[in-house]
Structure formats: structure tokens, C-alpha cells
């Protein structure tokens, strides 16, 4: 048992979330029908177009990140439709399943967990199944760390008569991932990823295209229906209770990115996802995924590794919060993300758990080996700083 | 800029915060003359003996850690008392000031800055100045780093018709310092050091030969009189308004310290200490105290370092907080404390930014080589946890 027992959660998503932000949430309350809430919104509206680089509304709900994806299905489609799913992790088996809880008919581009779906690979399902009405894909698959060719894809979807749904749970906010100038239909994204919020919002956005799809989508829907939305934000307001605390985080996070800049934000993940796999690599390790992604760096567990007991070990006793596999990759990768209230110094703490962890469960490498590496990005990084 | 410029405070007073006790204190504010708060003082003052090692009262004040000092002083003397005071660094001087502040007569025990006093120099001190009436030091001189040794001073002062007053502001609660055992007639200490509280509250507890003392103290006093906290005591409350959010965030602080137990608290901040000194010495740098107290670790800066702006570059650039030297040791040291809300891991944060500063403002040294020693002793220390 330590002192005060002080924690480092490295998970992909609960992230760490900032003091400052943390207290502006524990406010009182405030009404969400009163003129001020309303001012907010406004002001969370154009932060959000600016995160989602977009010219079009982005709309939220008190949901997880599941609630937009569902969003996205209910009012995009009708019962019967077609939809390419790439499926190369949890995520991906997620839309399959929402396509069929919803009765579409899921055409599966399945691949296996780890890799990125090729760009041609999309175009030539879709030109086999020309009934096709939606691609449902992951920016980022969180549970394998891959980072799909969604610029590539949306090259091939621009000019068809289908929509590009793209959950950016894990990529928005981290990476380049312009929807207007891609050409991308729908963006989905939630609180508890490089927004750096508690979870419990998501948000979802709606190309011209999307929005033609939306009209003569036949789905049932009432909570996530986008036509209420859009009408409440013609009164400034929302279709059911917001998330009011969360929002106000929300706000406080979006002010904070757009002071930054997405490029300022999205060189901070460079360097640390960047670190991070110099480090892993110097440890002899395995990066698992083909195409990583700089949400989250996926580690390999070596041969014969206790993966889960290393993990529930740094947990309790050292207070590092890492994530394992997830159900075919149980115990057999170590997740650590760089979302989250983080700063570069971090890293060197994450680094070294995972050192120690390593050693002291069988896995002997020279300790400090992959920290030195992390040190080593930073001191260039900072050295600019400097002069 | 970083993204959401997390800070570590390595500073020796103000310390880190945990969250959970910032958040306690932040509860509605409660009416200092209500039952309510009569149990929580019993339960603080029960406490507060436990981390006193001592059957006395210990009683508190809303002030810095020198309110208590100068109640040390009131509480105890006369005009023209002869006292003797160790000065060995910025502390030291404080007693000094002190004393002569209040028309004391001080005979100055006067150390290089760095040094420990020796038990024989104070005997023999005490010889020479057969009239005085007290000891004047601290347990850890916080502004170099020093340990004087306590232990063998009470030995020496016992027995003797004076009264051995150890400012222990940044010591008690670090490493073993038992008032009654070691026979210390006077112990202070502060909230923001150990306790790992804000600073705002002053601790001091009097023996049974300072209480005799007290009674005869002639100097004139009221806010930090003895006995108008003692009458208090009696009713269960304080003589004045007592720092109500303070003391709510101390009992959480007592509370933790009493489950986890004072041993295992020293063993936490031997760790510490230990490692930042092998990390520290792996560097090639040198430890400035003679005899390094296990609260911080005092490096001396090398020749020629622009310590300074090191120090404000790792401050505002990396957001990480170390401590410079004061008055005469300006820009000739760096103080890391291991007080506060800091785990284990912290320390490999602290060496590695200290190994970054160094490189970047020309000392050069082979980066991660003071991280390692760090992980070293960690991984000897969590081998034991595991098996």
C-alpha cells in the first residue's frame, strides 16, 4: 500500500481527465432551459465544428460512444439495407452487431485483429455488391490499436451513392481526421478519449450526402433521432435533458483545444505515441498492430507472459493503470494510451511500470532501457523549446 | 504549451495535494462551535499524538509553520533569556531573528550552510552559557537539506534545566522523530510538508518540563498563548476561529496516516530518498548536505550551471516544479522534496526531467542512467510485494 495511494490511468479510454476541468464540472448545476445554458450550447456548437472540421452541425447525446454509432444506423438506414462492415476488432464486431440488432443486412470485409483494411479491398466489395448503402468503419480500432486508410476510403466513397460512417471514438481529436475536406459522410466520436472528459457524451455529425440518407431512412427512432436534434437547435436548445455537467466540461475541454490548435494537439500525440513505440522497441517488444494509430500504443506480450497478473500487479501496487486485451487478444497485448490528461513526463512513469512489471514477471530486459529512449525523443523535442 | 499543462509540484513545501483530500476540504464550510466539529477535533487531537509520538496535547494554529515557532518562543521565555540557537542554514537564521525579535539573548551556534551540528558542539555550548534556558533548532534544516541529530541533542539536554525546541516543520511524519521517547520538550511542525495539506496550519506540543516552563514565560503573548488553547481544549474547542477546511482536510490526512501506519510512512520516504540519492550520485552530481534528511534530496549544481533558468525552463516547459536555494545557496542548488502526494513513480518523472534539464542547459550526462538506479531500487523494493 502506498502513501496516498496515487494513480496513472493509462487505459484507452476512461482517460485521465484534468483537474481544472474536473472542478468546473462540480459547479452546481445549472437549468438547461434557461437563456445562459443556451449561450453554451451555442458556444459548444462552434467549438465543435472546429474539432470536427466542419462546416455542418455537430449534434450530441448523453450516451456512450455506442449511442452515436446507433445514431448513425437508425438515421442513415431502412430496414433490409446493405452495409459493408470492416470488422478487424471489437469495435468493428460492434457496427456488425448493431447492423443486425437493426435488421440490415451486414456485407463483412473481415480481417484479422491487428491489421488495417486496405483501401482496394473496400472499393472491390462494393463494387460486388452494388446495393450497398453505408461503409461502417473504425478510424482507430481501439481494441487492436490499428488506424484504418479513411482518407483512402473516402477518396473511393466520395462520388457513390453510399455513405462513409466513420467511428472516430478514438481517432478524433488525436490525428488529422478532416471531415469536410475528406469527404467523409458521418463522424462519430465520444467524451472519454482525446477529449479528455469523463464518459457519458456522444457526438455525431452529418454530411449534405448523410443528410439526403437520413431523409428516407425508414428505421425506427425517438432518442437518437437526428431530425429532433436539428429541430431543438433551431431554438438553441436540446430534444431531451442534456448532460449539463458534462457539457460545461465539455466546454471548458473545447476552449482548451481550440486556445492549442489541433495542430499543437495533434503534434502532442506525435511525440508521445511516437516515444512510446522507440521505447517498446528498444525493449525487444512487439508494436501488435499493422498501422498504429497515436491514440494508443499496443503492446505485444511476450511468449509465456502472466499478462493479466503483470497488469493487476501495476495496478495495485505501483498504481498503473494499463489495459489488456479484449476478448481473442485476452492476455495477450498491454494497451497504454496517450489520451488523456498527460503530459510528456508521463511517459517516462508508463515506461518504466512497464519495465518493472516486465522484470519482475520473468521478462528480463535492462531496466531503463526504453525510458532512456523516451528521454531521448523528449530531449529533442524540447531542445527546439529551447533555442 | 502542453496539452493540458499538468504540473508536478516537487517542491519542498508547498507539497502535492491529493485529490481526495483537496475534494474533502472543498465540503460546505461547518460552524466551528457545533458539536460536529468538537468530535472532529477529539478525533484530530487523538490523532495528532499518534503522529507526535506523545501522550501530550498537540495544539494547532491557523499560521504558516513559523506562528508555531514564535508560540515556541512566548510560550517558553523572558526578556534577556539566554537561549542557544543552531544556525546552519535559513531556518536556523529564523530562530535567530526570532529570538532577538522578542528580546531574547541568542548565542548562535553558527554552521556552514550543509552541515550538521555535532551533540558535542551543543554540550559544550551549554557549558560555556550555563544560563541558558533553551535549545533553539530544527530536525530538518529545509533549505539545505541537513538532519541534526535530534536524538543524541535530547540525550544531552534531559536532564538539564532547559528545553529542547526542534522545529521538525518539514521532518515529523518523514522519518522517526518520538517526542516522549527521545525526551524532545518541544516539537513543531506545519500542514504543508508531510502532511501533504495546503499550508495554513501550525502544529506544536509542549513536555511536561516545557509546561513547566510556560508558567513562568513572561513574554507577552495572545493569539498564540498556550493557555488560552489549553482552556479551549477543556471545552472541546479552540480559543479562535480555527482554519475550518484545513483541519477537516487534516483528519482525513491523520486518518490515513493511522492506517497506514508511521512505519510504514518512514519506509515510504526512505525509499524515496534512497533511490533519488543513488540516481542523483549515478549522475555524477553531489548531494549538498552533510547529513541528508529523508524529506528532500539537495543536489548540488554543478559548476557553471545556469541553475536558475533550468529550473524556470523545467518549470514552465515541462511542468515540472523543483525548488532552488535560498539567500546565499541562490543558483547553487536543486531541492527535490519526497513530501506530499507523490507515489513511487513520481520520482522516475523528477529524474528523468532533472537528467533533461542538465543535458539541455550543457552538463552533460548519459540520459536514463539516474532513471535506472530509480527503477533498481523500485524493483528490489516491489520484488518483496510480489513473493
Chains 1, 2 share one sequence.
Not at 455537430?58 to 433490409?80: C, K
Amino acid at each position: 500500500m502506498e502513501f496516498l495511494e496515487k494513480k496513472y490511468l493509462f487505459t484507452p479510454g476512461p482517460v485521465a481527465v484534468a483537474p481544472k476541468v474536473l472542478l468546473t464540472m462540480a459547479q452546481p448545476v445549472i437549468h438547461h432551459r434557461l437563456p445562459e445554458f443556451s449561450n453554451i450550447l451555442k458556444e459548444i456548437r462552434e467549438n465543435l465544428k472546429y474539432l470536427f472540421q466542419t462546416e455542418k452541425e455537430v449534434y450530441f447525446f448523453a450516451s456512450s460512444g455506442t449511442g452515436a454509432m446507433e445514431a448513425a444506423i437508425v438515421n442513415l438506414f431502412s430496414p433490409e439495407d446493405h452495409v459493408i462492415v470492416v470488422s478487424a476488432g471489437k469495435f468493428g464486431e460492434r457496427w456488425v452487431e448493431l447492423a443486425k440488432s437493426f435488421g440490415l443486412n451486414p456485407i463483412i470485409i473481415e480481417l484479422p485483429w491487428g491489421k488495417a483494411v486496405k483501401p482496394e479491398n473496400v472499393e472491390e466489395f462494393i463494387k460486388k455488391n452494388p446495393q450497398t448503402k453505408g461503409i461502417l468503419i473504425q478510424a482507430c480500432e481501439t481494441s487492436t490499436g490499428v488506424k484504418h486508410p479513411i482518407k483512402e476510403i473516402a477518396e473511393i466513397t466520395k462520388n457513390k451513392e453510399l455513405v462513409l460512417v466513420v467511428d472516430a471514438i478514438s481517432a478524433l481529436g488525436v490525428y488529422e481526421l478532416p471531415m469536410d475536406a475528406w469527404g467523409i459522410d458521418v463522424v462519430i466520436a465520444g467524451s472519454q478519449k482525446a477529449l479528455s472528459l469523463p464518459p457519458g457524451l456522444s457526438f455525431i455529425a452529418f454530411s449534405e450526402k448523410a443528410y439526403e440518407f437520413t431523409k428516407k431512412a425508414k428505421l425506427p427512432k425517438y432518442y437518437f433521432s437526428l431530425q429532433k436534434e436539428k429541430k431543438a437547435y433551431q431554438k438553441d436548445t436540446t430534444a431531451f435533458t442534456p448532460a449539463v455537467s458534462l457539457l460545461i466540461g465539455l466546454r471548458e475541454m473545447l476552449k482548451r483545444i481550440r486556445e492549442l490548435t489541433l495542430e499543437k494537439l495533434f503534434e502532442h500525440y506525435k511525440i508521445l505515441s511516437f516515444a512510446c513505440r522507440k521505447a517498446v522497441e528498444a525493449l525487444g517488444l512487439e508494436i501488435f498492430p499493422e498501422v498504429p494509430s497515436e491514440s494508443l500504443t499496443v503492446v505485444k506480450a511476450p511468449e509465456g507472459l502472466k499478462t493479466g497478473e503483470l497488469l493487476t500487479f501495476l495496478r495495485t501496487k505501483l498504481g498503473i493503470v494499463f489495459a489488456g486485451g479484449q476478448d481473442q487478444l485476452k492476455g495477450k497485448i498491454i494497451r497504454i494510451t496517450h489520451m488523456g490528461d498527460q503530459s510528456l513526463m508521463d511517459l517516462t512513469v508508463a515506461i518504466s511500470a512497464l519495465e518493472l512489471g516486465l522484470n519482475l514477471f520473468g521478462y528480463k530486459i535492462e531496466l531503463g532501457k526504453g525510458v532512456k529512449l523516451v528521454q531521448k525523443v523528449l530531449y529533442e523535442y524540447y531542445k527546439k523549446s529551447l533555442f
